[in-house]
């Protein structure tokens, strides 16, 4: 999958990102934040500057975990799980 240059959606910083083929969203390479997945619902809210500080301390946690942190959106809260192995 060709990655495409887009802002990153936690830092705002110059990123790379590919289309998902599993699920909606993207996946994002960000030199600051690491690599992520983030669903469309999650990627339209934190363009627009509505992510929790949370996001970004469960974000660098599970890739402590050394886990693929995957971003959604669930009315009205932000969720951050692992990616299911096989599916990234
Ligand atoms: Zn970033």
Known sequence: MPLEPADCPLCK?????????????????????????????????????HLPAHVHIDVRRLQAEGELPRIDFDAPNFHVKPVARGKQ
């Open 13 to 49: 910083s110059p990123a790379e990102r590919a289309p998902l083929r599993s699920h909606d969203g993207y996946s994002y390479a960000c030199p600051s934040c690491g690599s992520f997945h983030i669903g469309g619902l999650a990627f339209g809210k934190a363009t627009h500057g």
